[in-house]
């Protein structure tokens, strides 16, 4: 089982990314996922969801409105389109596929059948 994230960078205020979680090793169509992110010490936090199928979508409140999740089921492939980023946004960002009967907004890595090594995403002038 792999997920791979890419994407993260170096980014100014009000900048965008994309970031994407390639994934191979696991039926990537019966896994609802998640971004979760987590800031230098600090706990992780979960950022967004998405159903099997590609809906219903979820988001914490502080990417609400500006990081739209998506997934490519065809293609294995998760995405979280990063707009207006804040210096707060910075963090590594990780991608995982939830435990079945796990809370939809779960930042414990304990809850994820797989999750990623990240991919850092710094915002700063």
């Known amino acids: 089982v792999q997920l791979v994230e890419s994407g993260g960078g170096l980014v100014e205020p009000g900048g965008s990314l994309r970031l994407s979680c390639a994934t191979s090793g696991f039926t990537f169509g019966n896994y609802f996922l998640n971004w979760v992110r987590q800031a230098p010490g600090k706990e992780p936090e979960w950022v967004s969801f998405?159903?099997?199928?590609?809906?219903?979508?979820y988001y914490a409140d502080p990417g609400q409105g500006r990081f739209p999740i998506s997934r490519d089921n065809a293609e294995k492939m998760l995405y979280l389109q990063m707009t207006n980023l804040h210096s707060e946004d910075t963090a590594l960002y990780y991608c995982?596929?939830?435990?079945?009967?796990?809370?939809?907004?779960?930042?414990?890595?304990?809850?994820?059948?797989?999750w990623g090594r990240g991919t850092q995403v710094t915002v700063s002038s």
């Open positions: 995982g596929a939830l435990r079945p009967c796990k809370f939809y907004n779960s930042n414990s890595r304990a809850d994820y059948a797989f």
């Open positions: 998405v159903g099997g199928g590609g809906s219903p979508t």
